[in-house]
């Protein structure tokens, strides 16, 4: 019998401040196959992006997944979702870099395995 396992949704970002350029905490990814990140926003005319970054192993630097549009952040709310159909890395994160407003920001990240 095939066994899937799934990791529960919880936030990357929680209510991270839009007026200031973080980084969230890193997630392992290590044994898992896909992923979604969904990203909401509210605020006073928040301008900025978010970008993917990914490592493989504690002995790799970070560096950007590319997509093919940056994510930006704009408009007083919105969202945006991130689909990863392969995760062929070991570590994750989000990076909000702020250029105008501010507001908050929440990134709620689920995975799993796709199983035998």
Same mark, same amino acid.
């Given at each position: 019998?095939?066994?899937? *396992? +799934? ?6 970002? &929680? !209510?991270? &401040? $839009? *007026?200031?350029?973080?980084? !969230? ?6 044994? $898992? &196959?896909?992923?979604? @990140?969904? @990203? *909401? ?6 301008? #900025? +992006? ?14 950007? $997944?590319?997509? %093919?549009?940056? @994510?930006?952040?704009?408009?007083? *709310? ?15 994160? $989000?990076?909000? +870099? %702020?250029? !105008? ?5 929440? %990134? +709620?990240?689920? %995975?799993?395995?796709? #199983?035998?």
């Amino acid at each position: 019998m095939g066994r899937k *396992s +799934v990791v529960k949704s919880y936030n990357l970002i &929680d !209510s991270g &401040d $839009l *007026s200031t350029t973080f980084t !969230s905490n890193v997630t392992n990814t290590l044994n $898992l &196959d896909k992923a979604s @990140i969904h @990203i *909401s926003w509210t605020g006073t005319s928040p301008v #900025g +992006v978010i970008t993917v970054e990914v490592r493989n192993g504690e002995n790799d630097s970070y560096y950007e $997944l590319q997509f %093919a549009t940056t @994510i930006d952040i704009t408009g007083d *709310s919105g969202e945006h979702q991130i689909i990863l159909n392969e995760m062929p890395f070991t570590d994750l994160r $989000l990076q909000y +870099v %702020a250029t !105008s407003g501010t507001g908050t920001i929440d %990134a +709620v990240y689920t %995975a799993k395995t796709q #199983g035998a």
